[in-house]
């Protein structure tokens, strides 16, 4: 079967557990891809380790255990923020370093991270504050770029980007400074000689329209180019996080890796969004928005029959159930998300109601989003259940002045069901 990358619904992997990997980075090593990100928990924002994962597909996901966990005291102690993690290698010792951002929990205590390890997937030892002439890199959203010649590069926000040392564990030389005064989580990458970098907005878990620079020269002068998505999409509900190269049947293309926050529950219900990036006359884009894509080719998903399944609730408790027959395939769940969305839990029962998957489905968006809500792993030819409860609570959050985010009720909206391949029903 063709892999498809189910954007904006949990992953599982092979032990049917969801990915948990946010604020995320892709390193490619030969056939395989390692994400490593957020281990995040489904009640506040305490760093709580950084995950590993590996594919060859970016759809059946190992994990590959913890890349990094808390620390008994210091930067990643009890009581931290460890976020944006990333892992860049070392072209001169070989060895992977992951960077990444530490904190107090009221992100008054800002200072990048750095940590080591012989082997991508293996267990990386903490080394403390990144250097740049001795003295801590006091930045909070960071990501990392390495040029085509082997070069490693931290970028924060605010548009700073500093020249690592070759082992990649000190910053070197700040080559570009405040080139993106109140940008956030920045990614970079080359095409066709010109540099792109792309920064959110300030705006705490919420999406807002992201945008990008160019540059001939990384050290600038670094030219405002606009939005990459279009306007108003909230860079279709998702907040930049890094672009790596994917190799496909027609070669290596630009991939966007995003964010889809779920506060509280980023745990369960914090997902993650692969589009492939598209340059024209120096110009870079995301053309147009795939719920389901196949990386092999590029093509989308189609949707297949849908059955009607109608359930909107905000009661804590309140639910619906469907049955249905797979012979070896997937059951998907669609429904409305807007900016009234709550929390929904999904189960699949076997025939003798045990629950072989379940999730937690986030129904908020700030703009309104229909379709592919939970996409279960592959399922053993069976009959199974598939039960939708309201949990009567939705996502919100704060910014350090106050400001109010998140959902105005607690909505769950679905309006269908589909399971693939089905063995009973094919009326449509
Ligand atoms: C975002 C930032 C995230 C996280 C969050 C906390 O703007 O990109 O990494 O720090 O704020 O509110």
Redesign the pocket.
Known sequence: MERVIWNGVPWFDRDGNVVNAH?ACIVREGDVYYLFGEYKTNDE?RYNGFSCYSTRDFEDWKFEGMALSAEAGGLLGPGR?G??VKVVKSAVTGKYVMLM?TDDLN?SDPCIGVAVCDTINGSYTFAGPLLYKGEKVRK??MGTFVDEDGTAYLLTHEGNIYRLNAECTEAEELVAENIAPGG??PAMCRYGGKYYIMF?Q????ERNDNYYLTADNIAGPWVMKGLFCPEGSLTYNT?CSYIFDCQTAEGSIKMYLGDRWSYPRQASAATLVMLPLAFEGGNMRISRYMQAWRPADGSEWREPCIRPLAFCSDVKGEGRQAEFCVSGGRVYLFGAASDEGGYCRVEIRNSEGRAVNEAVIDFYSAVPMKGLRYVSPELKSGEYTLCVTALGESGE?F?KDGTRFGSKGRRVDIYGFAAEPDSIEKDC
């Open positions: 604020g924002n923020i976020e944006r951002h992100y909070w959203d956030e989580s959110s300030k705006t705490s878990w907040q959050w910014q």
